[in-house]
T-cell receptor, first 113, second 113 residues
Framework: DVKVTQSSRYLVKRTGEKVFLECVQD?????MFWYRQDPGLGLRLIYF???????EKGDIPEGYSVSREKKERFSLILESASTNQTSMYLC????????????FGSGTRLTVV | KNEVEQSPQNLTAQEGEFITINCSYS?????LHWLQQHPGGGIVSLFM???GKKKHGRLIATINIQEKHSSLHITASHPRDSAVYIC???????????????FGKGTKLSVKP
């Protein structure tokens, strides 16, 4: 069964900490995405990557960075966590081109205190 | 402007009822996705449509390209169908070959026994 795996289901971090959220897919997909999901706002794209070492800003990249050193792994980094980054974070992957579906991870619920 | 609107926002039904969730979008698309999210859970892709109709078990998804509208139907609803249903659209003029999705805010369905 194909999978997108997010390393943590729940995470609690302190303000100012550097936070790493990891996402791994086993489908050899070219595209990988990081979203955050907030009540009333739906899912919003933070960053995406269409190849190793390639990254593009999404709609809300401020306060985040990403890393894609290997095709299967896409990391989201919060350089200095703040309370307004408390959210559900979802990773997804898809093949290249417009005719393919997405596979989502189970999400990481991050609380910054 | 690329927009996705879902209705209703919340829906409560009795077990066995026929359910319809609607999704409207603003401009031309290359694909539309229906997604399901259970409380605290990740997102599961139900359907990807670019035309016509798809059926899987008790779920039916239709799309009318001319009217820029899609519906998700659930026949003989069951309490285990209780979830948030999300419409997501890949617009032709957004995201290039990576085909980034724009998400509706979701419809929260509760099916009572």
């Amino acid at each position: 069964d194909v999978k997108v795996t997010q390393s943590s289901r729940y995470l609690v971090k302190r303000t100012g900490e550097k936070v790493f959220l990891e996402c791994v897919q086993d489908m050899d997909h070219e595209n990988m995405f990081w979203y955050r999901q907030d009540p009333g706002l739906g899912l919003r794209l933070i960053y995406f990557s269409y190849d190793v070492k390639m990254k593009e800003k999404g709609d809300i990249p401020e306060g985040y960075s990403v890393s894609r050193e290997k095709k299967e792994r896409f990391s989201l980094i919060l350089e200095s966590a703040s309370t307004n980054q408390t959210s559900m974070y979802l990773c997804a992957s898809s093949e290249g081109g417009q005719s393919y579906g997405y596979t989502f991870g189970s999400g990481t619920r991050l609380t910054v205190v | 402007k690329n927009e996705v609107e879902q209705s209703p926002q919340n829906l409560t039904a009795q077990e066995g009822e026929f359910i319809t969730i609607n999704c409207s979008y603003s401009v031309g698309i290359s694909a539309l996705h229906w997604l399901q999210q259970h409380p605290g859970g990740g997102i599961v892709s139900l359907f990807m449509l670019s035309s016509g109709k798809k059926k899987h078990g008790r779920l039916i998804a239709t799309i009318n390209i001319q009217e820029k509208h899609s519906s998700l139907h659930i026949t003989a609803s069951h309490p285990r169908d209780s979830a948030v249903y999300i419409c997501a659209v890949r617009f032709m003029n957004y995201g290039g070959s990576q085909g980034n999705l724009i998400f509706g805010k979701g419809t929260k369905l509760s099916v009572k026994p």
